[in-house]
């Protein structure tokens, strides 16, 4: 995943499905192991080029949430942050399809 940069790995991933079974866009979350940190990015599905409501988060056990969200032609993110030894939580949205984990993935 090019938006995080090199040496990011995907660890999870939630697809953004609408009520109607069409499929809005995916939230990525990501891990590099060199440094510890772990990247969030929503990708638009839908609407590819063109600017509608994105938006990426992640959430550091104990720390503010950090979110990138607007209008955008193709993704949201990436939102970067160090999560060694504690919990994230993580998610994103577009296409009014929103997807929100629980803390999870502990370093």
């Not at 040496?7 to 590099?32: K, N």
């Amino acid at each position: 995943m090019q938006a995080c940069g090199s040496g990011y790995q995907v660890i999870d991933s939630a697809t953004l499905t609408d009520g109607g079974g069409r499929r809005q866009g995916r939230v990525y979350l990501l891990y590099h192991a060199g440094n510890g940190n772990n990247c969030v990015v929503t990708l638009k599905d839908t609407a590819v080029g063109v600017r509608t409501a994105v938006s990426a988060y992640l959430e550091v056990q104990g720390r503010a949430r950090s979110t990138d969200s607007g209008s955008f032609d193709y993704y949201a993110g990436p939102v970067r942050a160090s999560a060694a030894g504690a919990c994230v939580k993580w998610g994103g949205a577009t296409g009014g399809v929103s997807y929100g984990s629980g803390f999870e993935h502990c370093d």
